[in-house]
Nanobody, 119 residues
Framework: QVQLVESGGGLVQAGGSLRLSCAAS????????IGWYRQAPGKERELVAT???????NYADSVKGRFTVSRDNAKDTMYMQMNSLKPEDTAVYFC?????????????WGQGTQVTVSS
C-alpha cells in the first residue's frame, strides 16, 4: 500500500511562513513527484507548483517569488516552502506523484493539509 503523507500545514498570520512536506511510504519501485495543488472552499483544485525529476520547477503566477518547491530523492519526500503568506493562500494543499509499482505507474494524492492564513 503506497501512501503520500503530508504535513506542515497550520494557522499563520499574513506575512508568515510554513513548510509543507509530502513523504512517500509503502512498497514501490520508484516515485516521481509531480507537484502541489490546493483547493479553497467553494473553488476548484488548482495547480500551485510543479517539479520535474530533473529538478526544474514551475509556479502559478499567484505564488511566484513566494513559494519554493523542492525534493529530496534520498528520502522520497517533496517540500514546499511558503513565505509571505496571504489570506488568499488559505486552502487545503495536496501533493501529487506518479508511483511505479509492479510495472505500472499510478497517480497518487496525499490526504491534504490545511493552511489557514489570517489577516
Amino acid at each position: 500500500q503506497v501512501q503520500l503523507v503530508e504535513s506542515g500545514g497550520g494557522l499563520v498570520q499574513a506575512g508568515g511562513s510554513l513548510r509543507l512536506s509530502c513523504a512517500a511510504s509503502g512498497s514501490y519501485f520508484s516515485i516521481n513527484f509531480i507537484g502541489w495543488y490546493r483547493q479553497a472552499p467553494g473553488k476548484e483544485r488548482e495547480l500551485v507548483a510543479t517539479i520535474t525529476s530533473g529538478g526544474s520547477t514551475n509556479y502559478a503566477d499567484s505564488v511566484k517569488g513566494r513559494f519554493t518547491v523542492s525534493r529530496d530523492n534520498a528520502k522520497d519526500t517533496m517540500y514546499m516552502q511558503m513565505n509571505s503568506l496571504k489570506p488568499e493562500d488559505t486552502a487545503v494543499y495536496f501533493c501529487n506523484a506518479n508511483v511505479l509499482t509492479k510495472g505500472t505507474s499510478w497517480s497518487y494524492w496525499g490526504q491534504g493539509t490545511q493552511v489557514t492564513v489570517s489577516s
